[in-house]
Structure formats: C-alpha cells, structure tokens
C-alpha cells in the first residue's frame, strides 16, 4: 500500500508570493491534516479535513487555508508569504480518529 | 491552551545505554498518548502508544511509562543503538471545539553515540 505523498518536496519562494502544496492520503484514508515543523516550535497543527469538509483548525492566520478534494487528495494555500513561513509542512493521513496517523515526508519551503 | 511539555531538547547515549525522554501535560482530558520517531528527510513515524488506563507499555526496546496522577508520561528506549538516532516527539489526543487534535511535544533531538 502506498504512503503518503507529498508534492513538491522543496519549495524556494520570495515574500509576498503565495504557494500551493499537494498531499494525497493513503488509499482509504478520508483524513488529512497538516502541520508546520519548525526548529524551534517544533509540530503546529494546521487544520485537518474529513470528507472534503474542515473539521479542525489550528491558530494560524487566515494566510494559511486547505481544501480537500473528492478522491480525498488535499492542497494547502499559504498566501503572502513571510519569511517566517519557512517550515516543513507536513500532511498526515488516518481512516477516522487519532489512533495511528501515518505521515508523509514533508515539503521543505524556504521563503527568501 | 492544551500543551505538552518534552524534555530534553536533545540527548546523547552511549551504544547500548538507556534513552529516557519525559512529557507532561495539563489537560485531564487527554485520552491517547503516542510517541513518534522521525528521521531526517522523512516524515515522523508512530512508535508506540498508550492509553491513561495502563502505566506502562512495552514493544521490544521501547517502553512508555504513564503516571496519570503526576500527568507525566516518558518514552524509555532500552540497549539504545546507534540506529535509534532519531527526533522523538511526544503527543497527546484531545477533545477541543468538538473536534479531535493531536497536540505535540516539541520534540528530543537523540544521538546514539557508537
């Protein structure tokens, strides 16, 4: 069975600019959720999507936003960007609660 | 805020020594415990889990201790290999606004030392 991807797996943008990341689940998985990974604050939850509809958000500004779509398969919008902004950001995926979540690999942004 | 506060930072073992990270937490609601491990380049990984109804849990090297009553809980890899170099973040489940969240610890940098 597949895992969980991730495109692109690095990113080099400028502030301002906006950037659009993918994530397809695992086959059967009707959950995604995303996190920001930093040095010093280590996973920040993002939001989370179930069935193409937010179910859960973090406290991140409304630069950052998702959406899911029908085969499961979900992006994330992260507009004007900062360079504060510079993370991993990580896509997770499981079939219904937090028993297991399986994780993908990450894309590496960079705000220059 | 629901938190989870891990300790240390980052950790360093000789082959063969006992790795012991700690978590503590503040809400009482909190019903699922797991630790994830995560290699450089990839994505974390769940390593084992716990519920608060048992105090600890074992799978192979790896045990997890639970003292519900100090709301503490620690990840104890046993015969530490230098394989094991790794980021260990600790979590928590809860309930918030009605939604399930994972919240985590912000992470233990181990090197296993050869």
């Known amino acids: 069975k597949a895992g969980v991807t991730q495109t692109p797996r690095y990113l080099i943008k400028t502030r301002g600019q906006q950037v659009t990341l993918s994530c397809s689940p695992i086959s059967g998985h009707r959950s995604v959720s995303w996190y920001q990974q930093t040095p010093g604050q280590g996973l920040q939850f993002l939001f989370e999507?179930?069935?193409?509809?937010?179910?859960n958000k973090g406290n991140f500004p409304g630069r950052f936003s998702g959406r899911q779509f029908s085969n499961s398969r979900s992006e994330m919008n992260v507009s004007t960007l900062e360079l504060g902004d510079s993370a991993l950001y990580l896509c997770?995926?499981?079939?219904?609660?937090?028993?297991?979540?399986?994780f993908g690999p990450g894309t590496r942004l960079t705000v220059l | 805020q629901q938190q989870v506060k891990q300790s240390p930072q980052s950790l360093i073992v000789q082959k063969g020594g006992i790795s012991i990270i700690n978590c503590a937490y503040e809400?009482?609601?909190?019903?699922?415990f797991p630790w994830y491990q995560q290699f450089p380049g990839k994505g974390p990984a769940l390593l084992i889990a716990i519920r608060p109804d048992v105090s600890e849990k074992k799978e192979g090297r790896f045990t997890i201790s639970f003292n519900k009553s100090a709301k503490q809980f620690s990840l104890h890899i046993m015969d530490s290999q230098p394989g094991d170099s790794a980021t260990y973040f600790c979590a928590a489940r809860g309930t918030q606004g009605g939604s399930e969240k994972l919240v985590f610890g912000k992470g233990t940098k181990l090197t296993v030392n050869p």
């Open positions: 997770a995926s499981m079939v219904g609660s937090y028993n297991e979540q399986f």
């Open positions: 999507y179930f069935s193409e509809t937010q179910r």
């Open positions: 809400n009482t609601a909190f019903d699922y």
